[in-house]
């Protein structure tokens, strides 16, 4: 079966120049589909950002000895002087320590966004995140892939001064959703983006590749990373406009969580002319090395996030409480399933701690 590993069901929020929020859910949840999908039992600020300094896309995780670290950026992805930032508890959340830098480009011309964070089996705790050369937006994007490392529950990392090795090599590709720890120590992490340079600026009369998305595999807890197995992702892709610029169209941002049932979820954002930030779902059952076709959820996905909950050991045989959660509008909205994404419950609007929702 494979492993799950989530900080005690602690989730994260962060928000631009407000702040960065947990939320204790689900202890107070049921197991059942008849009773409350989500209960938010306790939440707190973890940080409080500003204009100057914001809060961005924030990610958690749960070291050996119960202490909580929280990671956050500085800013939007693709701004200009953004780095990422540590903070931890030793109190469950309770009381934070003050923020530190944890990576920061040194190019100006660079760019910095963290991922997921994920602790292993072991207490190895892996935060991938990625540097890019942006040469136009969305369209023409250089990028490296780094994974931080610690072995000692966050007091030191390796892995921040060179790159991940991806085979076959890949221009501009990106890191999105925590990587998954199977049973046999196998490490799946999804990456998307694109294998090659534009072939062309003049996108008036030119449609970029479609973007590529998938998993690529470790067996080595992380420290080098082999076989690639993309999503079936040929749906309807032309470009997309995206204000005033334009973007490649395909599945992008995924979340991936291992069922009990032992098959492999795959939670995806999909864009393209037609769509827009639209979630799709794709199943694997031999450990990630092949995936079904995505079939659409019905529900938006930006930043897609989603994990089995705690409580689905009460379950009847091997079923799943799995969490999905998005952004939406101004909103972070929730919502759960009892059957694998065959169908998802109401929405839980979710509302920091300061009163504002985003």
Same mark, same amino acid.
């Given at each position: 079966?494979?492993? #799950?590993?989530?900080?005690?069901?602690?989730?994260? =929020?962060?928000? =631009? %120049?407000?702040?960065?929020?947990?939320?204790?859910?689900?202890?107070?949840?049921?197991?059942?589909?008849?009773?409350?999908?989500?209960?938010? =039992?306790? @939440?707190?600020?973890?940080?409080?950002?500003?204009?100057? @300094?914001? =809060?961005?896309?924030?990610?958690?995780?749960? %070291?050996?000895?119960?202490?909580?670290?929280?990671?956050?950026?500085?800013?939007?992805?693709?701004?200009?002087? $953004?780095?990422?930032?540590? /903070?931890?508890?030793?109190?469950? *959340?309770?009381?934070?320590? /003050?923020?530190?830098?944890?990576? %920061?480009?040194?190019?100006?011309?660079?760019?910095?966004?963290?991922?997921?964070?994920?602790?292993?089996?072991?207490?190895?705790?892996?935060?991938?995140?990625?540097?890019?050369?942006?040469?136009?937006? &969305?369209?023409?994007?250089? /990028?490296?892939?780094?994974?931080?490392?610690?072995?000692?529950?966050? #007091?030191?990392?390796?892995?921040?001064? !060179?790159?991940? !090795?991806?085979?076959?090599?890949?221009?501009?590709?990106?890191?999105?959703?925590?990587?998954?720890?199977?049973?046999?120590?196998?490490?799946?992490?999804?990456?998307?983006?694109?294998?090659?340079?534009?072939?062309?600026?003049?996108?008036?009369?030119?449609?970029?590749?479609?973007?590529?998305?998938? $998993?690529?595999?470790?067996?080595?807890?992380?420290?080098?990373?082999?076989?690639?197995?993309?999503?079936?992702?040929?749906?309807?892709?032309?470009?997309?406009?995206?204000?005033?610029?334009?973007?490649?169209?395909?599945?992008?941002?995924?979340?991936?969580?291992?069922?009990?049932? *032992?098959?492999?979820?795959?939670?995806?954002? &999909?864009?393209?002319?037609?769509?827009?930030?639209?979630? &799709?779902?794709?199943?694997?059952?031999?450990?990630?090395?092949?995936?079904?076709?995505?079939?659409? /959820?019905?529900?938006?996905?930006?930043?897609?996030?989603?994990?089995? %909950?705690?409580?689905?050991?009460?379950?009847?045989?091997?079923?799943?409480?799995?969490?999905? !959660? #998005?952004?939406?509008? @101004?909103?972070?909205?929730?919502?759960?399933? &009892?059957?694998?994404?065959?169908?998802?419950?109401?929405?839980?609007?979710?509302?920091?701690?300061?009163?504002? !929702?985003?």
């Amino acid at each position: 079966m494979p492993r #799950t590993h989530h900080p005690a069901q602690i989730a994260s =929020v962060g928000i =631009v %120049a407000g702040v960065v929020a947990s939320l204790l859910i689900g202890v107070g949840g049921s197991a059942t589909a008849a009773g409350p999908a989500i209960d938010i =039992v306790s @939440s707190g600020v973890i940080h409080t950002g500003s204009s100057s @300094s914001p =809060v961005v896309i924030s990610t958690l995780a749960k %070291a050996a000895d119960g202490d909580l670290i929280a990671f956050y950026n500085t800013g939007n992805d693709g701004a200009a002087d $953004v780095g990422v930032m540590m /903070t931890r508890s030793d109190d469950d *959340g309770a009381t934070w320590t /003050t923020p530190v830098e944890f990576a %920061a480009p040194d190019d100006p011309a660079s760019r910095i966004s963290a991922g997921s964070a994920t602790t292993l089996a072991d207490g190895t705790i892996l935060l991938p995140y990625n540097l890019q050369t942006i040469h136009q937006a &969305y369209l023409n994007r250089e /990028t490296d892939i780094y994974i931080a490392r610690s072995s000692d529950g966050g #007091t030191t990392w390796t892995g921040k001064d !060179t790159p991940v !090795t991806l085979t076959p090599d890949w221009y501009g590709a990106f890191q999105f959703g925590e990587i998954v720890e199977l049973g046999d120590g196998t490490l799946l992490m999804p990456i998307w983006g694109s294998d090659e340079p534009p072939a062309s600026t003049n996108y008036a009369t030119f449609n970029p590749k479609q973007l590529l998305s998938g $998993v690529v595999r470790s067996t080595d807890g992380g420290l080098t990373w082999g076989e690639f197995s993309a999503f079936d992702a040929q749906l309807d892709a032309p470009l997309r406009p995206l204000g005033s610029s334009w973007m490649p169209a395909g599945l992008n941002e995924t979340s991936i969580v291992a069922l009990r049932d *032992g098959r492999l979820m795959a939670v995806m954002r &999909y864009d393209s002319r037609n769509v827009d930030r639209t979630g &799709y779902l794709a199943y694997s059952n031999d450990g990630g090395r092949s995936w079904s076709q995505p079939v659409p /959820t019905g529900l938006g996905a930006r930043g897609p996030a989603a994990f089995v %909950a705690s409580c689905s050991a009460g379950l009847p045989g091997t079923d799943s409480k799995v969490i999905f !959660t #998005t952004a939406d509008g @101004s909103a972070l909205k929730m919502y759960t399933t &009892y059957d694998g994404g065959v169908t998802f419950g109401n929405a839980t609007n979710v509302q920091l701690p300061t009163g504002v !929702t985003n």
